[in-house]
């Protein structure tokens, strides 16, 4: 079964940095690669997804993640960081390839300082 | 875009009731999933449900129960609420790869068992 790791368990950074949220996965085969983003007191909503294809993958809030074969890693970057930012952030991969159960990480809680 | 709706953002039970939580999505897919998620531990799966009538346990099932009789519906039924079941619940459904895979998560519902 894959699995992923969140490298960061919580990441504290100020307004207007540059933030990097760590995933890594554990299959060396070509995989689908998701990140969710959980706002408070909210569920999880798609933030990107990597299915194949180019391996820069953009997704919503100017939010984008690239997809590296040989890392096994799917990091998660934003240029510039706002406070509504602050979120849990969840890289999921599926159990097996193709299977529609998802594993996903503990989550990286990342807080936006002014 | 797909909508998945639980009925409830916030439930107090009293130990030993019978508790339902309601999901419903619009979006006719195949999968449904209930996971419930607490701090330090991330989302664990309790159920997921590939069809009507069919079910999977996932990693946590003891002390629930699920039931599809629609494909657009999906229960989790606490048989006697106890307080350890005090936590976030979250339903998530999902169509095959090839389609818009991903799952798509309810807002959650947050149980407390008093």
């Known amino acids: 079964a894959q699995s992923v790791t969140q490298l960061d368990s919580q990441v504290p950074v100020f307004e207007e940095a540059p933030v990097e949220l760590r995933c890594n996965y554990s299959?060396?085969?070509?995989?689908?690669l998701f990140w969710y983003v959980q706002y408070p007191n909210q569920g999880l909503q798609l933030l990107l997804k990597?299915?194949?294809?180019?391996?820069l993958v953009k997704g919503i809030n100017g939010f984008e993640a690239e997809f590296n074969k040989s890392q096994t890693s799917f990091h998660l970057r934003k240029p510039s960081v706002h406070i509504s930012d602050t979120a849990e952030y969840f890289c999921?991969?599926?159990?097996?390839?193709?299977?529609?159960?998802?594993?996903f990480g503990q989550g990286t809680r990342l807080t936006i300082n002014p | 875009d797909v909508k998945v709706t639980q009925s409830s953002r916030y439930l107090v039970k009293r130990t030993g009731e019978k508790v339902f939580l309601e999901c419903v999505q619009d979006?006719?897919?195949?999968?449904m999933f209930w996971y419930r998620q607490d701090p330090g531990l991330g989302l664990r799966l309790i159920y997921f449900?590939?069809?009507?009538?069919?079910?999977e346990k996932g990693d946590i099932p003891e002390g629930y129960s699920v039931s599809r009789e629609k494909k657009e519906r999906f229960s989790l039924i606490l048989e006697s609420a106890s307080t350890n079941q005090t936590s976030m619940y979250l339903c998530?459904?999902?169509?095959?790869?090839?389609?818009?895979?991903?799952?798509?998560f309810g807002s959650g519902t947050r149980l407390t068992v008093v």
């Open positions: 979006m006719d897919h195949e999968n």
């Open positions: 998530a459904s999902s169509s095959p790869p090839g389609g818009d895979y991903g799952y798509t």
């Open positions: 990597y299915l194949s294809g180019s391996t």
């Open positions: 299959s060396s085969v070509s995989v689908y």
């Open positions: 999921a991969v599926p159990i097996i390839q193709g299977a529609q159960k998802l594993v």
């Open positions: 449900s590939y069809d009507v009538k069919m079910k």
